[in-house]
């Protein structure tokens, strides 16, 4: 057994459920899992016939890493491109989209070891990865290959686009995929890579990029495909919702359904789905969300970046909502708004 003694923090802050704050903290690692936490005082002492490791955190504060629930770490390789600034999204994502058709193998890579190293280094051990495009022979497995390099808990997303602009969708029809393609990689991408245990280094989720870019026939498969590795294995599901007024009124012309009822009627409603974004679900959509334990990931950056408006977060946790934050990509970043939103990086409440 390996065991890490970190003792004397000026404040351990355990994000318990009675909210403890703990003066002159201390916290014992053995393995992978945190033992014991409480004053340095009472920390019990590893077996002193087993070499650990003590560090000093005087002057320091102690906190649990961030969990970060939403991104795209491939735009950290696309930031600050000049025509996409001061654009709202669709327009974004139309600038952007040839640029990342002409991601390789290796761009995924080395963008999943970026983004990681950056989250790392302001406090967040886990991540989550929204990646819906894998063009000129990209895979989810050059992610996971980069996040073992890196060293972090990294929840990849088989993301997929099927609706192109020759069938009415946003994107244009070099960066999707056949349905039949995306739903068996889906299939294989669970069996190698899934690992439900606790404190797994690699969980895969399915993660249809948005309304705007897959087909209904893809959102519902996709839930029974998750749904078909039974609650043992309990693969998640991750979408875009609700972000802009131009996909509510995309939903409600092509689907006839606003977006939190739109994913009610595929299926993806659940405490295994969680949707980025939800600014704009309005009450009835947000107790659904609070019934059905569906969850929300709170994007504040790239919405105020896009003018995307302002999630009713406050209405959210009133109602039960879990709600956690997510940093989102980084390609509609300037250079200084790069560097703020690496230092607020991301938490996860409840
Ligand atoms: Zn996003």
Redesign the pocket.
Known sequence: MTATLIEHADVLITMDVARREIKDGALLIQDNAIAWVGPSAEIPRPDPSDPYTVINARGKIVLPGFVNT?H?FYQTLTRVIPAAQDVVLFDWLKTLYPIWAELTPDDVFVSTQLALTELLLSGCTTSSD?HYLWPNGSRLDDQFAAAETVGSRFHGARGSMSLGESKGGLPPDRVTDSEENILRDSRRVVETYHDPRRFAMRRVLLAPCSPFSVTPDLMRESVVLARSFGQEMDVHLHT?LAETRDEEAFCLERFGYRPGDYAEQLGWVGKDVWH?HCVHLNQAEIDLFARTKTGVAH?PT?NMRLASGIAPVRSMRDAGVPVGLGV??SAPMTAATCSTKRANACCCSG
């Open positions: 939403h795209h929204h875009h980025a994007c790239s989102d990509g």
